[in-house]
């Protein structure tokens, strides 16, 4: 497969650079800056990029990437620090500058190969505060603005370039085509990154491991696919089990067997361990102590599991690209197999290495992984859903009857949601519960019941939320059937307020 090495200097974008050239299928892998020589002839890339960061190139302590790296002859292209970079190593010049950060317009000097088929001028975003005096001899300027003359600059014999905007982010109009014209134009990549080459590669690798896996699964989609490609590999010398802790939507647990044992024959075990995760949630309504409740019950009973069912030398982890990036964990080229211990709370006694295949892709590269090993279009679509459960949606303690209320009235959310068409459109969707009460009317009769809330929010992220305005008939349908199909309940209410202050899940 063709690579595109993009060595991270520190830019807050960096990572943006490996996204746009993954979605025109070519590979590209974020690597630290200081990457050898050897790791990268290892990875024999077909070109290299050096991305921005928040140094000056003249400052004792800058960043410098291997100098063999300028003798591999491999094509260049330095954006924004990067560009001071290439200035600086081929004998420019680079010096502070006036600061130019947001639009900026390039006209374009030259279009005949990095900045080929992007107009005359174009909207670039700008965030420096160097720029190059004096580009180096065999150098041409190709693009500037009115504030730096020498904004993209060409070697066309060596293919070294560099260009003072930052083509990643969506504020530069035609970014991608930039991109493109170096990739596919100036490196000669061929465009072979698909995830169908990506499932064949990955299930060829893990069939090379020994020894056992242990795979926990939640029916969410980053475990669930990890554990198909597993299986893909190694048959049932793959385990995942299921820990049913009592905090899951209404039939979930069901839902997620049913997936795992009909549809993908993998080895499963569900471990129904309610009661265990109620004993010890009863009495609790502190929302930190319900976390950690839950944490620690899960932890004890995977440990046994894996101590009973053993022994295993891997543990699966549905680990994607962007933990791995912020984390700070990726050292060097991600290799999707790496040793490490003691990882999300398991006793070291227990001896696992850490598998994770997925640890090279991006969510939505792990949506097309998961619909090509055939996972169905409606766990493809499901919302978010927390890892602690339904015990941060129900206010207080942790009852029965609160569960009950909670997984019913959510049903009857996403079903009417689901129906008039806004499923889809919006972030997540639950109904919660807590310990006030209201009183109404049935029949003839005073009742005094439980009240629901209502929660609906619009996200892209889950960092910043803002709730849906739903059409009020919708909610009166929705107000409706709670009502009438819960008897608890007297009172529906909708939460209008948005992240921040208020978060996603009221615990
Ligand atoms: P908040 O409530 O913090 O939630 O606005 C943001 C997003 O994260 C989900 N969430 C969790 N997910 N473990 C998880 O795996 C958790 O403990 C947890 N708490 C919140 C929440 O559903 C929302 O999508």
Redesign the pocket.
Known sequence: MDKIIVLDFGSQYSHLICRRIREFSVYAELVPYDISFEKIKELNPKGVIFSGGPSSVYNNDAPRPNSEIFQMKLPLLGICYGHQLIVDNFGGKVKRANKEYGHSILTVDNNSDLLGGVGDSLRAWMSHGDEAEKIPDNFQIIGHTERSQAAAIANKQESVYGIQFHPEVVHTEMGVQILKNFVLNICHAKQDWTMESFVEKTVGDISKIDGNVLCGVSGGIDSTVAALLIHKAIGNRLKCVFVDNGLLRLDEEHEIEKMFKDNFSVNFTAINAKRQFLDKLKGVSDPERK?KIVGEEFVRIFTEFAEKSGPFKWLAQGTLYPDVIESGVSKGPAAIIKTHHNVGGLPDWLDLQILEPLRDLYKDEVRKVAAILGVSKKLLSRH?????GLA?RIIGEVTEKKLEITKVASKIVEDELEAAGWYDKI??AYAAVGDDKAVGVVGDERKYGNIVMIRVVESID?MT?DWTRLPHDLLAKISNRITNEIDEVTWVSYVISS?PPA???PQ
């Open positions: 976390r978010p859903f927390p890892g602690p941060v972030w997540q889950a939320a992240k978060t996603i899940e």
